[in-house]
């Protein structure tokens, strides 16, 4: 089982697309969660230490990621998505590239 942490800003839109598409997926557990305070589901660093890989959506994210929780993050992979802050929350394209961007990263289906 892999575990998956999703991260974007707010914790709105991106990152919960992307916990909720990937759910699914056999051998994957996820959870999204955001970087800034007034996310709806803040980071901590017991959700860090948790996951085995890390996707964020910006480079921002990373560096934002790293400032916070770098005691939590040896030996995490962490990798960005280059995804930007313009899409709703399940919108098609969203999960498209999603998709793309994280599918080989995870266990193939």
């Keep these: ?3 998956v942490l999703f991260l974007c800003s707010q914790n709105r839109l991106r990152s919960p697309t992307a916990e909720q ?3 699914s997926w056999p051998d994957v557990e996820c959870t999204s969660a955001g970087l800034d305070s007034s996310a709806l589901t803040p980071l901590d660093s ?3 230490q948790w996951a085995q890989v890390i996707f964020v959506m910006e480079r921002s994210h990373r560096n934002k990621l790293s400032r916070k929780f770098k005691p939590w993050l040896n030996g995490k ?3 960005v ?3 930007p802050d313009e899409y709703a929350f399940m919108e098609p394209a969203l999960v498209d590239l999603l998709t793309t961007k994280v599918g080989p990263y995870l266990r193939v289906r």
């Design 21 to 23: 598409v990937f759910a």
């Design 46 to 48: 017991d959700t860090v």
């Design 1 to 3: 089982m892999q575990r």
């Design 77 to 79: 992979r962490v990798i």
């Design 81 to 83: 998505l280059g995804i």
